[in-house]
C-alpha cells in the first residue's frame, strides 16, 4: 500500500454528501444516460472513486489479470488516515479519467463498480453497533455537467437499484462496513503494519490470500473440509467469503468463524 496517502478524500466525500438532496427508497426521479449527451463520460472522471473488495473482485472478471497486478496498474491503495484500515480507490489514466472509459462507452460495463451502478443516486452507508446490517441512505448526486436528468424516463429509487443489480453488491459490501465499525476492533488506527496488511490481503489481493492459505500453516492450523478446499482453490467468491471469516477469527474476535484443528 502506498504511504503517501491523500490527507483526507473521504472526509471530502462526507461533505459533499451532506449538501446533496435527500432520497427514500420509494421517491422518484427522472434521468436517463446515453452517448447523445455532450457530458458523456464526464462522470467517469471522479477522482475519489473508492472499491470495496467486491467491486475489485468483480472487475477481475472484465480484466482477468492476477490481483496484485490489477492493483497495481489500476488502482491506489492507503491506510485510511480517520480510522486505520485499507482503502482502495481507482487510478485516473493519462487523460484523467476512468482506465476502462472508451469512445463507445464503459469497458467494464457488466462487472461496474457500485459507485457506477447506483449513479445518479448516491448511497452512503452506516452501521454504529457492528450487528445486523448496515443502515443505507440515499442522495441525489446532480452535478452541474449531467445531462441525464433532463427528460429522462421516471425511476423509483428502489427499482433502479434493483435494475443496476445494485443489491447483489450491497450484500458482498455488508462485511466491509461491519469491519469498520465493529466494536471489537477498538481503535483500527493503533492496528500494527502486519494486522493492515493482512486484512488488506484476505479482501483485496486474493490470489496472495489463496497462495498464504494453502502455502502457509494456515491449513495446519484451521479445519477446513475438502468441498471448501476445492471452492477456494478455484473460486475468488469463496475465497473472499472464507477472507472474511479468517479477519472475523484474527481482528473481531470472532473464534467460531473457523473451527481450530485439534
Known amino acids: 500500500m502506498n504511504d503517501n496517502?491523500?490527507?483526507?478524500?473521504?472526509?471530502?466525500?462526507?461533505?459533499?454528501?451532506?449538501?446533496?438532496?435527500?432520497?427514500?427508497?420509494?421517491?422518484?426521479?427522472?434521468?436517463?444516460?446515453?452517448?447523445?449527451?455532450?457530458?458523456?463520460?464526464?462522470?467517469?472522471?471522479?477522482?475519489?472513486?473508492?472499491?470495496?473488495?467486491?467491486?475489485?473482485l468483480r472487475l477481475r472478471k472484465s480484466v482477468p489479470l492476477p490481483s496484485g497486478e490489477f492493483l497495481t496498474k489500476y488502482t491506489e491503495s492507503y491506510v485510511g488516515p480517520d480510522f486505520g484500515l485499507p482503502v482502495v480507490r481507482m487510478k485516473h489514466d493519462e487523460k484523467g479519467g476512468c482506465p476502462f472509459l472508451s469512445e463507445s462507452g464503459c469497458g467494464v460495463y457488466e462487472n461496474r463498480p457500485t459507485s457506477c451502478r447506483t449513479y445518479p443516486v448516491g448511497q452512503a452507508v452506516s452501521s454504529g453497533t457492528g450487528k445486523g446490517d448496515s443502515q443505507k441512505v440515499f442522495f441525489k448526486v446532480k452535478e452541474d455537467y449531467c445531462q441525464g436528468w433532463t427528460g429522462g424516463e421516471e425511476w423509483i429509487v428502489e427499482k433502479w437499484l434493483e435494475d443496476q443489480e445494485v443489491y447483489e453488491y450491497n450484500k458482498n459490501n455488508e462485511f466491509s462496513v461491519h469491519l469498520s465499525f465493529h466494536p471489537s476492533l477498538g481503535d483500527p488506527k493503533d492496528m500494527d503494519e502486519k494486522t493492515v496488511d493482512m486484512i488488506f490481503m484476505a479482501q483485496y489481493d486474493l490470489d496472495r490470500f489463496r497462495e498464504f492459505v494453502f502455502k502457509s500453516s494456515f491449513l495446519k492450523r484451521f479445519d477446513l473440509n475438502e468441498d471448501l478446499l476445492e471452492r477456494v482453490g478455484e473460486d475468488d467468491e469463496a475465497l473472499l467469503d472464507l477472507g472474511r471469516r479468517w479477519i472475523s477469527f484474527f481482528a473481531l474476535g470472532g473464534l467460531a468463524a473457523l473451527k481450530i484443528r485439534e
Open 5 to 56: 496517502q491523500p490527507s483526507n478524500p473521504l472526509a471530502q466525500v462526507h461533505e459533499t454528501l451532506e449538501q446533496m438532496e435527500t432520497l427514500a427508497p420509494d421517491s422518484v426521479f427522472g434521468f436517463k444516460c446515453h452517448d447523445k449527451l455532450s457530458c458523456w463520460g464526464e462522470c467517469c472522471k471522479n477522482p475519489n472513486l473508492f472499491l470495496t473488495p467486491y467491486d475489485i
